[in-house]
């Protein structure tokens, strides 16, 4: 059957000729019946499988809920997006063909995505349904819409970062549907940049299964001081309800209720709300009353409220503290976590991790390619030293951490120069509008017969350097975390990956084993777990105490994130984001035998926090160690070592 997309476009609110689609969620097929009557257009909901609300039982919808509520919707003539919006495991593949070719049979208006093995298989499957970029793609930039318009994304969820002046631009720019976040819970993250959960405790919130490691109850710690800061990483609910002329003048097309694990009358009451708001807007824009129901929403508020990011950084306003740590927002009743102390390496775990990978190739007959070392590098004197190391590939971070500076042309022309037999990559920042684009392509014309390549950090720099000839490496941040969105990437255009930080060991093994595209593994390092548009270091402006003595090691002139399980480094780049970087150093350095025997072919050092003289260190002991020489102790330079993700393989 061929899908009618004028059929689906069909929206019932209109403003000026414009569509405007109020989007509820719904965790149950109860909640739903619920949801379906209450005043609005369209509903999204999980199956069982593979979406970003996979920790609570009971929730999510069978697959005979979800025909049964399709045609409940469009009898109404209202419609249902089906949220296929975490990230694959390799076992995950086999489940997404038959869900996939199940949700093709009973047609949704539209699936939410998060992951590109998605892309890949509606290709492969002949998928005939529209498809819709989560959040959790963190779309940010024009080029980014325009790589995923022409991939057959129909409806992009902006990043929750984004404001509605940008998004007021954006809508000049592309006839992309925009999905925006009106109304729920937050993350303090940058959508799908944060790894903590996944590398703390193996459950992944790219996964949907995050722990909520952010609304920990950290102080913090600088130059001597101690902040005692009470959740300085727990945001407020956002609540657009006073906004909404605001939103749709921006241009926005469907406003995001969040809250599918919610109970049923919460949500079909603020949908009600929100859905009356509109249509009294629609009705008269003039006497509109902005506030009729906001203080019953504030009356039955969980968190405290804030416009988030619509009107520009709204600083340490956006922190909530109304019954943060009690559990009181969830209908457990309980927090998701409390401080862990991330898992230290042990003897056991080394010899079981290297007999899975031992059992594994032996029946996966490869020839491993000849590994070589890459480093990340932050400051100019750590790529000097790593070039006169003979470090093959250098790349050049694009977010650089203060007090130092971004490289600049000449930095980069004087390394080009002098690199003897190492790659010099130019890395990109994690997060680019279309302003930082456009100077980046300034300076590609004129540096790019330079270099030796290209870490890039998000699709939109795939779509618009990929006319540059140079190669291309993807880094952490595509969160590549198997092996069919490794070969999505590959026909974009990446000529190499970095596997994600997330990985466990299963998929690691199957990711690079069943890929053709050469994958990069970071063995060493302490990689950015929490990017935030978030200003931490906004808390130290009033000392509150002097002389904080403590057993664990704190670097002084670094901010610190302080709990009684760890502390937790915090950089800011020249952009004024944080970088949270984990307590413990990434480290596979005992696992270098085994890794060997698999078809990888770079090992990575992200060696940007550390000192040039500590870099050297690694360096030295790394290159060794591919020439099989191994040192019997290693040094570290934070907490301790810890396998990451692998620790929970
Ligand atoms: S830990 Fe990260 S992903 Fe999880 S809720 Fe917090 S910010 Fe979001």
């Known amino acids: 059957m061929t899908l009618d997309l004028t059929e689906v476009n069909k929206m019932s609110r209109y403003y000026n000729n414009k569509a405007i689609e109020l989007l509820a969620p719904a965790g149950t097929f109860d909640i739903f019946e619920g949801i379906i009557q209450a005043n609005c257009d369209a509903v999204y909901f999980g199956g069982q499988v593979l979406n970003m609300r996979m920790i609570r039982k009971g929730y999510n919808f069978s697959n005979d809920d ?4 399709i045609r409940i919707a469009h009898n109404l003539g209202k419609k249902v997006y089906i949220t296929v ?17 199940f949700l093709n049979d009973v047609q949704p208006d539209g699936l939410i995505i998060q992951d590109l093995a998605v892309l890949q298989l509606a290709k492969e499957l002949s998928l005939n349904l529209p498809l819709h970029a989560s959040v959790m793609m963190n779309v940010h930039n024009l080029a980014m819409i325009d790589g995923l318009k022409e991939r057959g994304i129909s409806r992009v969820v902006l990043s929750r970062e984004m404001s509605l002046d940008q998004i007021k631009y954006i809508k000049t720019q592309t006839d992309m549907e925009i999905e925006y976040f009106t109304h729920g819970d937050m993350c303090i993250a940058h959508g799908s940049q944060c790894h903590y959960s996944g590398i703390l405790y193996g459950m992944s919130s790219n996964r949907g299964r995050c722990l909520k490691p952010c609304r920990w109850d950290y102080h913090i710690k600088k130059d001597g001081q101690l902040y005692k800061t009470k959740f300085p990483m727990a945001v407020k609910d956002m609540c657009m309800y006073t906004y909404l002329p605001e939103m749709i003048d921006a241009g926005i097309d469907s406003f995001k209720i969040e809250g599918r694990m919610r109970q049923k009358e919460f949500i079909v009451n603020l949908i009600n709300y929100y859905g009356d708001a509109i249509d009294r807007y629609i009705e008269d824009p003039i006497g509109y009353d902005r506030t009729k129901d906001y203080k019953k929403i504030v009356t039955s508020r969980k968190r405290d409220l804030s416009t988030n990011y619509a009107f520009g950084k709204p600083g340490l306003s956006n922190i909530n503290h109304r019954y943060e740590g009690t559990g009181k927002f969830y209908s457990t009743g309980k927090v998701f976590s409390s401080p862990t102390e991330e898992p230290v390496i042990t003897d056991n775990q080394l010899a079981s991790i290297a007999h899975t990978i031992n059992v594994y190739m032996s029946t996966h007959k490869i020839i491993p390619p000849v590994k070589h070392l890459s480093v990340k590098v ?4 750590q790529a000097k030293l790593a070039i006169e190391k003979g470090v093959k590939t ?13 490289f600049t042309k ?4 004087y390394l080009t120069r002098h690199k003897g037999h190492s790659r010099i990559i130019l890395g990109l920042p994690k997060m680019m509008r279309d302003m930082d684009l456009l100077n980046y392509k300034n300076l590609l014309d004129e540096l790019a017969k330079d270099l030796d390549g290209l870490l890039v ?3 939109g720099a795939i779509t618009a350097f990929s006319g540059y000839d140079l190669p291309l490496i993807g880094d952490y941040t595509l969160n590549i975390y198997n092996y069919k969105a490794a070969e999505y990437y590959k026909e974009l255009g990446l000529d190499q990956y970095t596997l994600s930080i997330e ?3 299963p998929d690691l093994l199957n990711t690079i084993t069943h890929s053709s595209l050469p994958s990069e593994v970071i063995v060493h390092g302490l990689p950015c777990v929490m990017y935030l548009e978030h200003d931490l270091f906004a808390n130290t402006k009033h000392p509150t105490d002097n002389g904080y003595d403590d057993a664990y090691y704190i670097e002084d002139t670094v901010l610190h994130l302080v709990t009684p399980a760890g502390n937790y480094p915090v950089y800011k780049d020249q952009y004024e984001r944080c970088h ?13 035998p085994s890794l060997d025997s698999l078809n990888m072919t770079s090992y990575r050092i992200e060696g940007m926090s550390y000192t040039t003289k500590q870099l050297e260190y690694l360096i030295d002991i790394y290159k060794k160690a591919l020439y099989h020489e191994t040192a019997t102790t290693l040094q570290h330079f934070s907490e301790g070592h810890t396998l990451g993700a692998l620790s929970h393989s």
Do not use: W
């Open 66 to 69: 979800i025909k049964k509520a």
């Open 85 to 101: 919006n975490n990230l694959f495991s390799h076992k995950d593949i086999h489940v997404a063909r038959d869900y996939l070719l």
């Open 378 to 381: 932050g400051t100019m004197e």
């Open 394 to 406: 250098i790349y050049l971070s694009g977010d650089v951490y203060q007090p130092y500076k971004p």
């Open 410 to 413: 000449e930095d980069i022309k």
């Open 457 to 459: 950090t998000n699709i």
């Open 503 to 505: 990985s466990k060991l």
């Open 580 to 592: 949270m970087l984990p307590s413990k150093e990434i480290c596979l350095y005992s696992l270098l």
